[in-house]
């Protein structure tokens, strides 16, 4: 287990509905061995909880956000204006446009305060979970090992030819 201050990570999302989602980038950081925290924290439900969570961010430690959200998605770029702290915003695949409002509201961020932006889904996730991993690697040898075994493997495990199986 844990103790609070070896958490370097932060998963923030909108809702319960995007953990699912965000759960790839939380298996992520669990396979590299990255401490990380989980909450729900949105923009327009609890928008006091998403002011004191950037406040504090830096000063309890963390190093890198990852923030998920879906819709009119300015969770991540709300965060990013609260905290110099990197946010890396993925997208969550909303119902109704199938989360290219998620991206665009991610993505195209004004000039000031940037938000790295993933792919859409569970690709985009598992990715945040590795580029925050990658992040927290130029800093700590242990990790940035571990970082590139889990690399190795996954090239190991791409066949040469494709097969009929
Ligand atoms: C956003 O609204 C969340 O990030 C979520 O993706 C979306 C829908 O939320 P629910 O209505 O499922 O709670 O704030």
Redesign the pocket.
Known sequence: MNSENDIRVGII??????WPTMKEAAMILDDLGVAHERRIV????TPDRLWDYGRDAAGRGLRVIIA??????H?PGMMASKTRIPVIGVP?Q?RALSGLD?LYSIVQMPRGFPVATMAIGASGAANAGLMAAAILALSDSALAERLDAWRAALSESIPEEPSDD
Do not use: C, E, P
């Open positions: 999302m909108g809702s319960q509905s995007d949105s923009a327009h439900r998920g959200a879906g819709g009119a998605a969770l969550i909303s998620s």
